[in-house]
Every structure is written in C-alpha cells, then in structure tokens.
C-alpha cells in the first residue's frame, strides 16, 4: 500500500466507495465523477502506478475481472455498448497513480466520441515509417 494513495485507501476501507467487485487481487468501485451512470473502476489491490509495472498474473487477474464485469456493468444501466480504457501514465493524462481502467456505459446519442478522440494530432507516417515501429516493438519484448 502506498500511503498517499487514494486509491490504496479504498481498497484498505479508509475512504468509502460503492464496490461492485473484490476478490484477492483485484477491486472495482464506482467512479465518484462519472461520465456516465455505471462508470467504472477496475483496478488490483497492490500499489503500481502503471500497467506496464504489473506482474503478469495481477495483470492476468485485472482482465479476467474487466472481462467479466464488463457485461455486468452494461447490464445494470441498460447500456448498448461501453468505452473501455485506461489513462497510462503522466502524459496520457492519469491523474491517479495507480493502474485503473474505466469501464465507461455508452448509449446512442450521448454526445460522447470513440477512444480515438483521445489522441492528439494525428502523424503523417508512411508505410516505411510504420514498417520500422512495428519492427522496434516486435523486437522489444
Ligand atoms: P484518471 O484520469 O487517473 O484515469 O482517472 C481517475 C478517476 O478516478 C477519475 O475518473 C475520478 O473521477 C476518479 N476518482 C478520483 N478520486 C476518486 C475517489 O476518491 N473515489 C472514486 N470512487 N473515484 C475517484
Ligand atoms: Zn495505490
């Protein structure tokens, strides 16, 4: 547990939340702004700050848990479809420091955009420019 942690302190009882999931590893709880009714947090018990800093099985149990509550969640708001993301790391806009994903309710014409709005302006890459990323990233894992 990290001790300034807001979320650490959800999962330890000391600030209250509308849970909805817990199991050994991993919580969900309601998002206290929500964007729409049934916004939801998914996120493991012990303290990294993204996902890339999970041990595989805690990484394995986070999306088995997204995986089952999804459905749930679209279910209890009578939601036809859902946003599902996660804000990973300083840049991309993560205000709370500890890995999350947001299961987001979306029902036609509600004003909101497809996760592609989350970009910032679009690069012009060619074919050979692509070809090269692909390459770094095939070979760095
Ligand atoms: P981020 O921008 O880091 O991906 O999202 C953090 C989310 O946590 C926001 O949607 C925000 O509304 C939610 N949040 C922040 N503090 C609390 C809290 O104390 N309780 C709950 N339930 N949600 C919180
Ligand atoms: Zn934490």
Same mark, same amino acid.
Do not use: W
């Given at each position: 547990?990290?001790? /300034?942690?807001?979320?650490?302190?959800?999962? +330890? @009882?000391?600030?209250?939340?509308?849970? #909805?999931?817990?199991?050994?590893? #991993?919580?969900?709880?309601?998002? !206290?702004?929500?964007?729409?009714p049934g *916004?939801? $947090? !998914?996120?493991?018990? @012990?303290?990294h700050? &993204? $996902?890339?800093?999970?041990? /595989?099985? !805690? %990484?394995?149990?986070?999306?088995?848990?997204?995986h /089952? $509550?999804?459905? +749930?969640?679209?279910? +209890?708001?009578d939601?036809?479809?859902?946003?599902?993301?996660?804000?990973n790391?300083?840049?991309?806009?993560?205000? #709370?420091? *500890? !890995? *999350?994903?947001?299961?987001?309710? &979306?029902?036609e014409?509600?004003g @909101?955009?497809?996760? *592609? %709005?989350?970009g910032?302006? +679009?690069?012009?890459?060619?074919?050979?420019? $692509?070809? %090269?990323?692909?390459?770094?990233?095939? %070979? /760095?894992?």
């Amino acid at each position: 547990m990290s001790e /300034d942690c807001i979320f650490c302190q959800i999962v +330890a @009882g000391e600030i209250p939340s509308h849970t #909805v999931y817990e199991d050994e590893d #991993v919580f969900a709880f309601l998002d !206290v702004n929500p964007l729409a009714p049934g *916004h939801t $947090l !998914v996120i493991p018990k @012990g303290h990294h700050e &993204r $996902l890339n800093d999970l041990p /595989d099985d !805690v %990484a394995d149990s986070l999306y088995e848990t997204l995986h /089952d $509550l999804i459905p +749930a969640v679209e279910d +209890a708001v009578d939601a036809p479809a859902s946003n599902v993301g996660f804000n990973n790391g300083d840049a991309s806009g993560q205000e #709370v420091p *500890h !890995v *999350h994903g947001h299961v987001i309710p &979306r029902f036609e014409g509600d004003g @909101g955009n497809p996760i *592609h %709005a989350v970009g910032g302006s +679009a690069p012009d890459l060619d074919d050979d420019e $692509l070809a %090269a990323i692909a390459e770094d990233i095939e %070979a /760095d894992q």
